[in-house]
């Protein structure tokens, strides 16, 4: 049988053998609901890339490009990392270069994976029907918060567990954990992560309105993959 694995910090991943395996980078708050959100209005491709700097390079090429850090968007740059920017009639046809704390780091760290998935609770269903599709043993990557574990990556991981655990055999303690997680929390999970310190910074920053938005299940069916430098819609 098949298995699927949990990494809740991206520190842990190197304890990972990724070859032949499916990594499904996970960063609820923002960057992977904003990838899917960007596709769903129509980007045609995205590249990740670890600084702003190289990020502004992308600018000459006619990319659209996005940095943030810390939850804010970084000074100098078309957008940052609230789904709600990634909705704007540009993006259509636009080709995009963007930067995050945790996301995009994870991205470049699943490298090794013979395939990179999006996830999100945006596009839970399709990433699982993906998923099994792929019939390859999966990893579950939470980006966490610079390199810490956070609540709200785990209980999304917890929530694909959930989702195939009649198709794949939950291969360890981390996946077991964030399964019963989510389903202690699956409920209200906008209640439950009033808790995490990402939401709290959330509410620091005036956003909270960007959490509501991530935590909606199912309404993209659509799965980002990375091939090559870029994601792009298989």
Known sequence: MLKIQTVLTPLL???HDLTGKVVVVIDVFRATSS???AFAHGATRIIPVATPEECHRFEAEGFICAAERDGKPVEGFALGNSPFSYMESRIKGA???ITTTNGTQAIELSKKAAVVAI???LNQKALCDFLIHQQRDVVLLCSGWKNNFNLEDTLFAGAVANELKNDF????DATVAAMDLYTSAEKDLSLYLRKSSHAHRFVALGIEKDISFCL????YNIVPVLKDEFLILP
């Open 13 to 15: 991943l190197q304890l």
């Open 35 to 37: 990838i899917c959100v």
């Open 95 to 97: 080709s995009i270069a």
């Open 119 to 121: 996830g999100s609770f």
């Open 169 to 172: 055999a939950l291969a360890d």
């Open 216 to 219: 909606q299940q199912n309404i």
